[in-house]
């Protein structure tokens, strides 16, 4: 198992009150696998990939990524952000080089990775550009060359594609799917989309409301690669609608606690 | 060069009308002439004169400047990186930047003398404030999802302050140099009005000039500085749009 997370929990402090994010959490992941989680808003998933990334440290519990206990960030563990965070200051090219670049790689290896990352998400004639001039799928695309280019043992995306139009995120969703096939990275997706969550996954593991749980952990068999046609199948509405029911009862729940 | 004939319109109809109303009588005497300050520029600028007192006074300025600017700069990307600098360093600010650096003047002429040297201090400690705020303001603005990303990246803490903090905190300091460098012309001025030793500089050609009635000697020695001020500052708006070119809406002039 290539990530292994060991009964972790997170608590956050706010003020004099302590928030409990993250709740016995349990979870493995084999390599190669595309495992995507969904949950209400708030409920601590992007917390779990802020822990796996390092950028935390777990209240109790462990993780492990290829056999390596997580203390700290690291390039073994490639994070995509909500929002990306692009260097602004740097052309396409200088942040898909960047970890290269400060891991202290010759030029040459840094401009053929480089190269060769941008080719993969379509980007080569952009290089030059600076991120203020690209559109918002262009900008996922480099997000997605930079944290590939450093061949992390595993990816950690949280919402990537939320910030974008439903046309765009479709397409995106697609291009993830066929570059996910090449280079056969292990994935954890965090999203709030349930039709991405079952469209993208090989399992989509569902979070309660917060204290984030692990309330279900379904596997999607349907076959890969999957054409977006696939989303009007019975077969996809059959996964859909079952974590859609799942969710629906934590959406509700939460609400409850909420107006409570 | 259309937008500059377009900023220079309405300067030369103001100029025009001045030199009409000297000319008529209208205006008395001691209102120099348009025409007459720039044959007195024009002669200074001939003569040599105003190049050695022009740079003198860029030697103070530019002196001072660097220093104070250097200082500012490097104690306020610390203090916004670094705990232990801000705290001695953002209460100390605050307190004495509302202080007219002007007024400190009398103490650092005790101390280093009527010289170049105490200028260049004054102008130094000057130009600090605008410059160490603005990067310090700067360092406190970078998104916390950059620093993130570059130690995901598996960059080292030097790194993340020289390939991350700097350049995301150089739009601010690249503000706060501007503000510096107006101030170091407005100090260059005021300490050479107080005192000069060696009788050069324009803000002793200015009050020399007053001193012996020659308006329009005055009125050219202020428009070198006019001249040179501007000239600096549009120097730095280049290096700023070309240091900033991957943020598109900024220091546009």
Redesign the interface.
Known sequence: MIVEVERVSKEFARGEQRVLAVDDVSLTVAEGEFVTIVGPSGCGKSTLLHLLGGFLEASSGTMRVDGNVVTRPGPDRGMMFQDLALFPWRTVSGNVGWALEVQGRPAAERVQVTDRYLQLVGLRSFKNAFPHELSGGMKQRVALARVLAFDPAVLLMDEPFGSLDAQTRELMQEELQRIWATTRKTVLFVTHDIDEAVYLGDRVIVFTARPGRIKADLAIDLPRPRPIELKKSPAFFEHRNRVWDLLREEVLRARDEESA | MRRAAEGLAIPVAVLAVWEALSATGVLPRYVSRPSAVGAELSQLVGSGDVVQHAAVSLYRSMAGLAIGALSGVVLGLLSGSIRAFAVFFDPLVSFTNPVPKIAILPVLIVWFGITDTSKIVLIAITTFYPCFIAAYAGVRQV?P??I?????????AD?VFR??IV??A?PHILGGLRIALALAFILMFASEAIGTAHRAGLGYLVIFAESGGRHDLMLAAITAIGLLGFAADRLLLLVARRVL????EVFRA
């Open positions: 998104q999802a950059w993130w990303a570059a130690r995901n990246m598996g960059a080292r790194q390939k991350v350049p995301a150089s070119r991957w943020q598109p």
